[in-house]
Protein backbone atom coordinates (compact mmCIF):
# COMPACT_ATOMS: atom_id res chain seq x y z
CA UNK A 1 0.00 0.00 0.00
CA UNK A 2 1.36 3.49 -1.08
CA UNK A 3 2.34 6.23 1.88
CA UNK A 4 -0.34 7.51 4.09
CA UNK A 5 -0.53 9.88 7.09
CA UNK A 6 -0.68 7.41 10.22
CA UNK A 7 -3.76 8.46 11.96
CA UNK A 8 -2.85 8.76 15.63
CA UNK A 9 -5.24 10.35 17.75
CA UNK A 10 -7.66 8.46 20.42
CA UNK A 11 -10.69 9.86 18.46
CA UNK A 12 -9.59 9.74 15.02
CA UNK A 13 -8.76 5.89 15.14
CA UNK A 14 -12.01 5.48 17.28
CA UNK A 15 -14.32 6.99 14.41
CA UNK A 16 -12.87 5.15 11.45
CA UNK A 17 -12.88 1.75 13.13
CA UNK A 18 -16.21 2.36 14.15
CA UNK A 19 -17.12 3.50 10.02
CA UNK A 20 -15.64 0.11 8.97
CA UNK A 21 -17.38 -1.53 11.59
CA UNK A 22 -20.62 -0.76 10.85
CA UNK A 23 -20.41 -1.03 6.85
CA UNK A 24 -19.14 -4.73 7.33
CA UNK A 25 -21.63 -5.34 9.79
CA UNK A 26 -24.83 -3.84 7.43
CA UNK A 27 -23.16 -5.68 4.36
CA UNK A 28 -23.50 -8.47 6.64
CA UNK A 29 -27.04 -8.44 7.76
CA UNK A 30 -28.52 -7.16 4.37
CA UNK A 31 -26.90 -10.01 2.41
CA UNK A 32 -24.76 -7.29 0.76
CA UNK A 33 -21.74 -8.18 -1.03
CA UNK A 34 -19.38 -9.29 1.55
CA UNK A 35 -16.25 -8.64 -0.59
CA UNK A 36 -17.17 -4.86 -0.44
CA UNK A 37 -17.09 -4.78 3.47
CA UNK A 38 -13.71 -6.94 3.25
CA UNK A 39 -11.81 -4.09 0.96
CA UNK A 40 -13.34 -1.37 3.47
CA UNK A 41 -11.79 -2.99 6.10
CA UNK A 42 -8.66 -4.25 4.68
CA UNK A 43 -7.78 -0.39 3.33
CA UNK A 44 -9.17 0.95 6.77
CA UNK A 45 -7.55 -1.28 8.91
CA UNK A 46 -3.85 -1.23 6.75
CA UNK A 47 -3.71 2.73 7.06
CA UNK A 48 -4.44 2.66 10.91
CA UNK A 49 -1.85 -0.27 11.57
CA UNK A 50 -1.10 -1.07 15.23
CA UNK A 51 -3.69 -2.91 17.34
CA UNK A 52 -6.20 -2.68 14.58
CA UNK A 53 -4.31 -3.97 12.00
CA UNK A 54 -3.62 -7.25 14.03
CA UNK A 55 -7.11 -7.97 14.27
CA UNK A 56 -7.63 -7.30 10.47
CA UNK A 57 -4.28 -10.37 10.09
CA UNK A 58 -6.36 -12.41 12.78
CA UNK A 59 -9.63 -12.34 10.72
CA UNK A 60 -7.51 -13.28 7.85
CA UNK A 61 -6.28 -16.59 8.49
CA UNK A 62 -8.01 -18.24 11.56
CA UNK A 63 -10.36 -20.11 10.85
CA UNK A 64 -13.72 -19.52 12.56
CA UNK A 65 -13.24 -16.24 12.97
CA UNK A 66 -15.61 -14.66 9.86
CA UNK A 67 -18.76 -16.91 9.26
CA UNK A 68 -18.17 -19.50 6.69
CA UNK A 69 -20.88 -17.94 4.61
CA UNK A 70 -18.46 -15.33 4.30
CA UNK A 71 -15.39 -16.60 4.95
CA UNK A 72 -13.63 -16.50 1.13
CA UNK A 73 -14.52 -12.85 0.33
CA UNK A 74 -12.80 -11.29 3.80
CA UNK A 75 -9.87 -14.41 3.60
CA UNK A 76 -9.24 -13.26 0.05
CA UNK A 77 -8.80 -8.72 0.71
CA UNK A 78 -7.71 -9.74 4.45
CA UNK A 79 -4.39 -11.21 3.66
CA UNK A 80 -3.16 -8.65 1.93
CA UNK A 81 -2.44 -7.34 5.35
CA UNK A 82 -0.20 -10.16 6.16
CA UNK A 83 1.93 -9.10 4.31
CA UNK A 84 1.37 -5.02 3.44
CA UNK A 85 -0.18 -2.68 5.43
CA UNK A 86 0.11 1.17 4.18
CA UNK A 87 3.59 1.84 4.80
CA UNK A 88 5.23 5.38 5.94
CA UNK A 89 7.16 7.85 3.58
CA UNK A 90 10.71 6.96 2.93
CA UNK A 91 11.67 10.39 4.98
CA UNK A 92 10.42 10.05 7.84
CA UNK A 93 11.58 6.07 8.08
CA UNK A 94 15.07 7.67 7.64
CA UNK A 95 14.71 10.44 10.28
CA UNK A 96 13.83 7.65 12.71
CA UNK A 97 17.02 5.88 11.59
CA UNK A 98 18.94 8.89 12.40
CA UNK A 99 17.03 9.46 15.37
CA UNK A 100 17.47 6.17 16.95
CA UNK A 101 21.30 5.05 15.63
CA UNK A 102 23.22 8.45 15.38
CA UNK A 103 24.07 8.16 11.52
CA UNK A 104 22.84 8.68 8.75
CA UNK A 105 21.91 6.09 6.09
CA UNK A 106 24.55 6.35 3.85
CA UNK A 107 27.41 5.64 7.06
CA UNK A 108 25.04 2.91 8.69
CA UNK A 109 24.46 0.92 4.99
CA UNK A 110 26.94 0.39 1.83
CA UNK A 111 23.39 0.05 0.08
CA UNK A 112 19.65 1.08 1.29
CA UNK A 113 16.55 0.37 -0.48
CA UNK A 114 14.10 3.16 0.09
CA UNK A 115 11.26 1.18 -0.88
CA UNK A 116 9.96 -1.35 1.72
CA UNK A 117 9.74 -4.62 0.91
CA UNK A 118 7.36 -5.37 3.62
CA UNK A 119 5.00 -3.42 5.79
CA UNK A 120 2.86 -4.41 9.38
CA UNK A 121 1.67 -3.71 12.40
CA UNK A 122 4.05 -2.02 13.89
CA UNK A 123 6.99 -1.36 11.22
CA UNK A 124 8.20 -1.74 7.92
CA UNK A 125 11.13 -3.89 6.61
CA UNK A 126 13.69 -2.37 3.98
CA UNK A 127 16.69 -4.46 2.45
CA UNK A 128 20.18 -2.92 2.90
CA UNK A 129 23.83 -4.30 2.43
CA UNK A 130 26.10 -3.55 5.18
CA UNK A 131 29.45 -2.51 4.47
CA UNK A 132 31.24 -6.05 5.21
CA UNK A 133 28.73 -7.39 2.93
CA UNK A 134 26.39 -8.77 4.50
CA UNK A 135 22.68 -8.99 3.12
CA UNK A 136 20.19 -7.97 6.28
CA UNK A 137 16.55 -6.82 6.76
CA UNK A 138 16.25 -3.80 8.17
CA UNK A 139 12.64 -3.43 10.77
CA UNK A 140 11.78 0.22 11.56
CA UNK A 141 9.21 1.28 13.77
CA UNK A 142 6.06 3.75 11.78
CA UNK A 143 6.80 7.22 12.95
CA UNK A 144 4.16 7.77 15.47
CA UNK A 145 3.21 4.09 16.08
CA UNK A 146 4.02 4.34 19.60
CA UNK A 147 1.27 6.92 20.45
CA UNK A 148 -1.19 4.92 17.89
CA UNK A 149 -1.23 1.85 19.84
CA UNK A 150 -1.04 3.46 23.28
CA UNK A 151 -4.30 4.68 21.81
CA UNK A 152 -5.24 1.59 20.69
CA UNK A 153 -5.19 -0.01 24.13
CA UNK A 154 -7.09 2.24 25.90
CA UNK A 155 -9.68 1.75 23.64
CA UNK A 156 -11.63 -1.27 26.08
CA UNK A 157 -13.78 -2.65 23.03
CA UNK A 158 -10.83 -2.80 20.57
CA UNK A 159 -9.43 -5.02 23.27
CA UNK A 160 -12.12 -7.26 23.80
CA UNK A 161 -12.19 -7.47 20.14
CA UNK A 162 -8.95 -9.24 20.37
CA UNK A 163 -10.49 -11.39 23.05
CA UNK A 164 -13.74 -11.74 21.08
CA UNK A 165 -11.69 -13.60 18.36
CA UNK A 166 -10.73 -16.53 20.21
CA UNK A 167 -14.41 -16.66 21.58
CA UNK A 168 -12.92 -15.80 25.07
CA UNK A 169 -15.18 -12.71 25.23
CA UNK A 170 -17.35 -14.36 28.18
CA UNK A 171 -13.88 -14.94 30.35
CA UNK A 172 -12.82 -11.62 30.36
CA UNK A 173 -11.07 -10.02 33.33
CA UNK A 174 -9.19 -6.86 34.12
CA UNK A 175 -6.15 -9.53 34.71
CA UNK A 176 -6.42 -10.84 31.00
CA UNK A 177 -7.05 -7.15 29.41
CA UNK A 178 -3.75 -6.26 31.47
CA UNK A 179 -1.93 -9.00 29.88
CA UNK A 180 -2.68 -8.32 26.20
CA UNK A 181 -1.79 -4.80 26.94
CA UNK A 182 1.42 -5.99 28.43
CA UNK A 183 2.55 -7.74 25.45
CA UNK A 184 1.11 -5.61 22.85
CA UNK A 185 3.40 -2.61 24.45
CA UNK A 186 6.25 -4.77 24.68
CA UNK A 187 5.89 -4.87 20.68
CA UNK A 188 7.13 -1.23 20.83
CA UNK A 189 10.51 -1.95 22.62
CA UNK A 190 12.78 -3.76 19.63
CA UNK A 191 15.38 -4.45 21.99
CA UNK A 192 13.85 -6.76 24.37
CA UNK A 193 12.49 -8.34 20.76
CA UNK A 194 16.51 -8.87 20.02
CA UNK A 195 16.68 -10.26 23.13
CA UNK A 196 14.02 -12.95 22.45
CA UNK A 197 15.30 -13.50 18.73
CA UNK A 198 18.36 -14.67 20.59
CA UNK A 199 16.52 -16.93 23.02
CA UNK A 200 14.82 -18.67 20.21
CA UNK A 201 17.62 -19.00 18.32
CA UNK A 202 19.67 -21.02 21.52
CA UNK A 203 16.42 -23.16 22.28
CA UNK A 204 16.60 -24.57 18.47
CA UNK A 205 20.34 -23.99 18.08
CA UNK A 206 20.73 -27.88 17.17
CA UNK A 207 17.48 -28.14 14.94
CA UNK A 208 18.97 -28.09 11.02
CA UNK A 209 15.34 -26.99 10.35
CA UNK A 210 14.83 -24.19 12.21
CA UNK A 211 16.15 -21.20 11.12
CA UNK A 212 16.26 -17.88 13.19
CA UNK A 213 18.16 -14.74 11.49
CA UNK A 214 20.93 -13.87 13.63
CA UNK A 215 20.39 -10.30 15.18
CA UNK A 216 23.29 -6.84 14.11
CA UNK A 217 23.48 -5.45 17.51
CA UNK A 218 25.20 -2.16 15.92
CA UNK A 219 22.35 -1.40 13.92
CA UNK A 220 19.99 -2.32 16.30
CA UNK A 221 18.46 -0.03 18.61
CA UNK A 222 14.59 0.49 20.62
CA UNK A 223 12.99 1.46 17.18
CA UNK A 224 15.14 -0.16 14.79
CA UNK A 225 16.08 -4.22 14.42
CA UNK A 226 18.61 -5.63 11.77
CA UNK A 227 19.33 -9.17 11.39
CA UNK A 228 20.36 -11.22 8.29
CA UNK A 229 18.29 -11.20 5.41
CA UNK A 230 16.41 -14.57 4.99
CA UNK A 231 14.35 -15.29 1.99
CA UNK A 232 12.04 -18.86 1.40
CA UNK A 233 8.76 -19.53 0.00
CA UNK A 234 5.59 -17.27 0.97
CA UNK A 235 3.00 -19.28 2.65
CA UNK A 236 0.67 -19.08 -0.36
CA UNK A 237 3.35 -20.79 -2.56
CA UNK A 238 4.41 -23.56 -0.15
CA UNK A 239 0.69 -24.65 -0.23
CA UNK A 240 0.92 -26.45 -3.60
CA UNK A 241 4.49 -27.64 -3.04
CA UNK A 242 4.04 -31.72 -3.00
CA UNK A 243 2.63 -32.85 0.49
CA UNK A 244 6.13 -34.83 1.65
CA UNK A 245 7.74 -31.29 1.71
CA UNK A 246 4.33 -29.69 3.17
CA UNK A 247 5.09 -32.53 6.24
CA UNK A 248 8.28 -31.46 6.41
CA UNK A 249 7.51 -27.76 6.86
CA UNK A 250 4.76 -28.62 9.21
CA UNK A 251 6.58 -30.40 11.57
CA UNK A 252 9.69 -27.65 12.11
CA UNK A 253 6.52 -25.40 12.48
CA UNK A 254 5.46 -28.22 15.53
CA UNK A 255 9.01 -28.25 16.91
CA UNK A 256 9.53 -24.20 16.35
CA UNK A 257 6.54 -24.07 18.88
CA UNK A 258 5.91 -26.89 21.40
CA UNK A 259 9.90 -27.33 22.02
CA UNK A 260 9.93 -23.27 22.77
CA UNK A 261 6.82 -23.38 24.84
CA UNK A 262 7.63 -26.62 26.68
CA UNK A 263 11.69 -26.61 27.11
CA UNK A 264 12.25 -22.79 26.55
CA UNK A 265 9.50 -21.81 28.68
CA UNK A 266 8.43 -18.98 26.01
CA UNK A 267 5.91 -19.27 23.07
CA UNK A 268 5.91 -16.85 20.16
CA UNK A 269 2.16 -15.69 20.25
CA UNK A 270 1.88 -13.95 16.69
CA UNK A 271 1.80 -17.43 14.51
CA UNK A 272 0.48 -15.28 11.34
CA UNK A 273 1.66 -17.28 7.92
CA UNK A 274 3.58 -13.55 7.29
CA UNK A 275 6.05 -14.36 9.55
CA UNK A 276 7.36 -17.63 7.76
CA UNK A 277 10.11 -18.34 5.32
CA UNK A 278 9.40 -22.38 3.62
CA UNK A 279 12.55 -23.25 2.06
CA UNK A 280 13.01 -25.92 -0.32
CA UNK A 281 15.34 -28.50 1.55
CA UNK A 282 12.07 -28.59 4.40
CA UNK A 283 13.71 -26.05 6.37
CA UNK A 284 11.67 -22.69 7.78
CA UNK A 285 12.97 -19.49 8.66
CA UNK A 286 11.39 -17.26 11.24
CA UNK A 287 10.91 -13.61 11.53
CA UNK A 288 9.21 -11.65 13.87
CA UNK A 289 9.73 -12.19 17.96
CA UNK A 290 7.92 -9.14 19.32
CA UNK A 291 4.88 -10.55 20.74
CA UNK A 292 6.11 -13.64 22.93
CA UNK A 293 4.32 -15.05 26.29
CA UNK A 294 6.56 -16.31 29.40
CA UNK A 295 6.28 -19.78 31.15
CA UNK A 296 6.55 -20.44 34.06
CA UNK A 297 8.51 -23.35 35.23
CA UNK A 298 5.36 -24.63 37.34
CA UNK A 299 3.60 -24.38 33.87
CA UNK A 300 6.35 -26.17 32.07
CA UNK A 301 6.63 -29.41 34.01
CA UNK A 302 2.80 -29.74 33.65
CA UNK A 303 3.26 -29.02 30.13
CA UNK A 304 5.84 -31.86 29.69
CA UNK A 305 3.30 -34.25 31.76
CA UNK A 306 0.46 -33.48 29.42
CA UNK A 307 2.19 -33.59 26.04
CA UNK A 308 3.90 -37.19 26.67
CA UNK A 309 0.61 -38.23 28.26
CA UNK A 310 -1.11 -37.11 24.99
CA UNK A 311 1.78 -38.61 22.93
CA UNK A 312 1.46 -42.13 24.73
CA UNK A 313 -2.64 -42.34 24.70
CA UNK A 314 -2.56 -42.32 28.53
CA UNK A 315 -5.75 -40.63 29.07
CA UNK A 316 -5.94 -41.01 32.81
CA UNK A 317 -2.52 -38.95 33.27
CA UNK A 318 -3.45 -36.28 30.58
CA UNK A 319 -6.90 -35.61 32.04
CA UNK A 320 -5.54 -35.39 35.74
CA UNK A 321 -2.78 -32.99 34.81
CA UNK A 322 -5.18 -31.00 32.46
CA UNK A 323 -7.29 -30.03 35.72
CA UNK A 324 -3.92 -28.66 36.98
CA UNK A 325 -2.84 -26.93 33.71
CA UNK A 326 -6.74 -25.19 33.95
CA UNK A 327 -6.56 -24.64 37.63
CA UNK A 328 -10.69 -26.50 37.56
CA UNK A 329 -12.35 -27.67 40.79
CA UNK A 330 -15.13 -29.78 39.26
CA UNK A 331 -19.06 -29.45 38.09
CA UNK A 332 -19.74 -28.55 34.26
CA UNK A 333 -17.23 -26.20 33.75
CA UNK A 334 -14.80 -28.83 34.33
CA UNK A 335 -16.13 -31.31 32.24
CA UNK A 336 -16.41 -28.91 29.42
CA UNK A 337 -13.13 -27.63 29.34
CA UNK A 338 -11.64 -30.73 29.70
CA UNK A 339 -13.43 -31.89 26.94
CA UNK A 340 -12.05 -28.74 24.79
CA UNK A 341 -8.43 -30.32 25.85
CA UNK A 342 -8.96 -33.49 24.70
CA UNK A 343 -10.04 -32.40 21.11
CA UNK A 344 -7.08 -29.86 20.81
CA UNK A 345 -4.60 -32.53 21.48
CA UNK A 346 -6.27 -34.75 19.18
CA UNK A 347 -2.98 -34.24 16.53
CA UNK A 348 -0.66 -36.28 19.54
CA UNK A 349 -3.46 -38.73 20.76
CA UNK A 350 -4.92 -39.59 16.84
CA UNK A 351 -1.14 -39.31 15.25
CA UNK A 352 -0.29 -39.34 12.31
CA UNK A 353 -3.16 -36.83 12.25
CA UNK A 354 -4.18 -34.54 9.31
CA UNK A 355 -5.14 -31.11 11.04
CA UNK A 356 -8.15 -29.91 9.06
CA UNK A 357 -9.79 -26.28 9.03
CA UNK A 358 -12.98 -27.91 9.83
CA UNK A 359 -11.40 -28.95 12.65
CA UNK A 360 -10.23 -25.76 13.66
CA UNK A 361 -13.37 -23.89 13.61
CA UNK A 362 -15.17 -26.96 15.92
CA UNK A 363 -12.21 -25.50 18.19
CA UNK A 364 -12.74 -22.07 17.63
CA UNK A 365 -16.85 -22.65 18.26
CA UNK A 366 -16.23 -24.87 21.19
CA UNK A 367 -14.48 -22.48 23.73
CA UNK A 368 -17.09 -20.19 22.72
CA UNK A 369 -20.33 -22.72 23.23
CA UNK A 370 -18.09 -23.40 27.06
CA UNK A 371 -18.72 -19.51 27.75
CA UNK A 372 -22.27 -19.31 26.50
CA UNK A 373 -22.68 -22.38 28.73
CA UNK A 374 -21.22 -21.81 32.01
CA UNK A 375 -22.72 -18.30 31.55
CA UNK A 376 -26.39 -19.64 30.87
CA UNK A 377 -26.09 -23.05 33.90
CA UNK A 378 -24.70 -20.22 36.14
CA UNK A 379 -21.98 -22.82 36.82
CA UNK A 380 -20.40 -21.85 40.13
CA UNK A 381 -17.07 -23.74 39.53
CA UNK A 382 -16.35 -21.73 36.65
CA UNK A 383 -12.77 -20.47 37.09
CA UNK A 384 -10.95 -17.21 34.99
CA UNK A 385 -8.95 -18.43 32.30
CA UNK A 386 -5.34 -19.02 34.06
CA UNK A 387 -2.61 -16.28 33.55
CA UNK A 388 -1.25 -16.78 29.31
CA UNK A 389 -4.35 -18.94 28.44
CA UNK A 390 -5.63 -16.18 26.02
CA UNK A 391 -2.32 -15.90 24.06
CA UNK A 392 -2.09 -19.83 24.07
CA UNK A 393 -5.49 -20.21 22.82
CA UNK A 394 -4.51 -17.32 20.16
CA UNK A 395 -1.45 -19.08 19.29
CA UNK A 396 -2.85 -22.54 18.75
CA UNK A 397 -5.75 -21.21 16.50
CA UNK A 398 -3.68 -19.40 14.63
CA UNK A 399 -1.00 -21.99 14.28
CA UNK A 400 -3.61 -24.75 13.68
CA UNK A 401 -4.83 -23.01 10.59
CA UNK A 402 -1.51 -22.45 9.54
CA UNK A 403 -0.95 -26.40 9.61
CA UNK A 404 -4.53 -26.57 8.20
CA UNK A 405 -3.89 -24.65 4.81
CA UNK A 406 -0.91 -26.45 4.37
CA UNK A 407 -3.06 -30.00 4.73
CA UNK A 408 -0.65 -32.62 5.47
CA UNK A 409 -0.29 -35.59 7.37
CA UNK A 410 2.14 -35.45 10.29
CA UNK A 411 2.94 -37.86 13.46
CA UNK A 412 3.17 -35.34 15.89
CA UNK A 413 3.55 -37.68 18.55
CA UNK A 414 6.70 -38.89 17.23
CA UNK A 415 7.59 -35.14 16.28
CA UNK A 416 7.02 -34.25 20.21
CA UNK A 417 8.59 -36.98 21.47
CA UNK A 418 11.71 -36.68 19.79
CA UNK A 419 12.45 -33.77 21.98
CA UNK A 420 10.20 -34.47 25.11
CA UNK A 421 11.76 -37.91 26.33
Not at 6 to 34: C, E, M
Not at 210 to 239: K, Y
Request: a neutral charge; glycine letters at 8%.
Amino acid sequence: MSDRKLPRSRLGRLARLAATGARSGANLLLGRNSEDAAIAAARTLGNLRGLATKLGQMASYVDGVIPEEHRDGYERHMKKLLAATTTSPPEAIEAQLVEELGKPVSELFAWWNPKPIASASIGQVHRARLHDGREVAVKVQHPGIAQAVENDLKNAGLVEGAIAMIGARKFDSKRMLEEIRTRFREELDYRLEAERQLAFATVHANDPAIRIPAVIPSHSGRRVLTTEFVEGFDFDTARTQPEALRAQWAAALWRFVYKATILGGMFNADPHPGNYFFQADGGVAFIDFGCVQPVTEHRQDLAVRMHLAACRGDEHTFFETAKLVLETRGGAYEKRALSYMRNAFMPQFASPYRITRPYVTALVHEVRNIAGSTLRDRDDNFVPFPEGVFFMNRLQFGFYSVLARLNCEVDYAQVEREFLE
